[in-house]
C-alpha cells in the first residue's frame, strides 16, 4: 500500500502551540518561528513551493502573487474570517481554494464591541488613566467625570450577521434600542427576540441613532461605506464603534468631525492603515475624545484555539480529496 506524502503547509506567523503541535503531527508544517511578517517575497516564495500555504489578516495576497503561485498550490487556508486580504476570484481563476474560519470569533468580538459601547460614553480608560498617569484625584463630586446614560440610547447596527446579532443581544440586556442596517432584513423571529427596528436606508438610521456599531465584512461594496457625507449625517452626541475593518470608515473624515466636535466620540480597534495609526488619532486618544485598541477583539485564547481546528480540518478534508466545508467563493463576497 502506497502512503500518501504528507503535504507542505507554510504558516505565515506563529500560532498557539498546541495548533502548531497538531499541524506537526499532520503535515509536514513550516513555521513562522519569530512571528515576523513575511514579506512580499516571502509570500511569493510560500505560493510557489507550497501544497497549503496558512496566511493571516497581516498577509495581502493579491492576484498577481497567485499568478506566481506553483503546480503544487491546492489551498490558501486562512487563519481568519474575513478574506478581503485575498484575491479569493484570482486564486478560484487558477482552481485554488480558499477557506477561513468561520462562527469561531462572533461572541468574542461582540464581547469586545460591547466593551467598547461601554467604555467610549461612561469615560472608562479616562477615568482609569487618572488614577495611574500621575495625576492626583481629589476625591469623589457628584460633577466630575460625567459620562453618558447606556440606557434607553439607540443602538444602530451596521451589518447584522453572526458579529452584529450577538452584540445585539448583548446591547438588549444593557437597555438599549437595537436598530440595524443590512443587506437582507434578518429573519422575524430574530426582529422579535431583539425588539430590533429594520432601516432599509442607511443614511436615515445613521441621522437618528446614539451609538452606531460597524460589523460588516471588509469588501469592495463596503470600502468607505461611512463615507464623509454619511458621518456627517450623524447627530452631535453620537458615538461610533468599529471591531469589523478599518477601510469600512472614511478615517480621515471621523478624525475632522472628533476635532470639530461634530461626534461626541469614537471607539476603534480597527484602522484603515493598520498597524500604522493616524497620529491625529493618537491625539484625539490622548485627549480622551476616542478610545484605541490594537486589533485585539478576537483576541481570546480559545478562539485562536478553535481557529487553528478549522484551518486543520479545511486541510485535511480537501488532502482526502473532499470539498473543504469553508471554502469561500467569488460569488458570495
Not at 64 to 75: D, H, N, V
Not at 228 to 257: C, S, W, Y
Not at 275 to 304: F, N, Q, W
Request: aromatic share 4%; charged share 25%.
Amino acid at each position: 500500500m502506497t502512503t500518501r506524502p504528507r503535504p507542505l503547509v507554510i504558516l505565515t506567523r506563529r500560532l498557539p502551540e498546541a495548533t502548531q503541535a497538531r499541524m506537526a503531527e499532520l503535515f509536514d508544517a513550516r513555521f513562522n518561528v519569530d512571528d515576523t511578517p513575511f514579506s512580499q517575497p516571502q509570500l511569493v516564495a510560500a505560493l510557489r513551493e507550497a501544497d497549503v500555504v496558512v496566511p493571516t489578516v497581516t498577509d495581502r495576497i493579491d492576484r498577481a502573487m497567485i499568478e506566481q503561485a506553483g503546480p503544487r498550490l491546492k489551498l490558501i487556508a486562512n487563519y481568519g474570517n474575513g478574506v478581503d486580504n485575498i484575491d479569493v476570484e484570482a486564486a478560484a481563476a487558477r482552481s485554488i481554494f480558499v477557506t477561513n474560519t468561520p462562527n469561531v470569533l462572533s461572541e468574542d468580538t461582540a464581547d469586545m464591541t460591547m466593551a467598547l459601547i461601554l467604555a467610549v460614553p461612561r469615560r472608562l480608560v479616562e477615568g482609569g488613566t487618572r488614577l495611574t498617569g500621575g495625576q492626583d484625584w481629589p476625591g469623589w463630586s457628584p460633577t466630575w467625570m460625567l459620562g453618558r446614560r447606556l440606557g434607553g440610547k439607540k443602538l444602530g447596527i451596521l451589518g447584522m450577521g453572526r458579529i452584529g446579532t450577538a452584540v445585539a443581544r448583548r446591547a438588549k440586556a444593557f437597555g438599549l434600542q437595537i436598530h440595524y442596517h443590512n443587506r437582507r432584513r434578518v429573519d422575524p423571529r430574530t426582529e422579535a427576540e431583539l425588539g430590533a427596528t429594520y432601516w432599509e436606508s442607511l443614511d436615515r438610521m445613521l441621522a437618528n441613532m446614539d451609538i452606531l456599531s460597524v460589523n460588516c465584512p471588509s469588501t469592495p461594496a463596503t470600502f468607505h461605506l461611512l463615507s464623509a457625507r454619511r458621518l456627517a449625517l450623524m447627530q452631535p452626541h453620537a458615538f461610533v464603534v468599529n471591531t469589523a475593518r478599518g477601510p469600512v470608515i472614511d478615517e480621515k473624515a471621523l478624525v475632522r468631525l472628533l476635532e470639530q466636535e461634530k461626534l461626541g466620540g469614537a471607539g476603534l480597534d480597527v484602522f484603515e492603515e493598520e498597524p500604522a495609526i493616524d497620529r491625529k488619532l493618537l491625539r484625539l486618544a490622548e485627549a480622551h475624545r476616542v478610545v484605541l485598541l490594537p486589533h485585539m477583539a478576537s483576541a481570546t485564547l480559545e478562539g485562536r484555539l478553535d481557529m487553528g481546528e478549522k484551518v486543520i480540518i479545511n486541510i485535511r478534508t480537501l488532502m482526502d480529496d473532499h470539498r473543504p466545508p469553508d471554502r469561500v467563493l467569488p460569488s458570495r463576497l
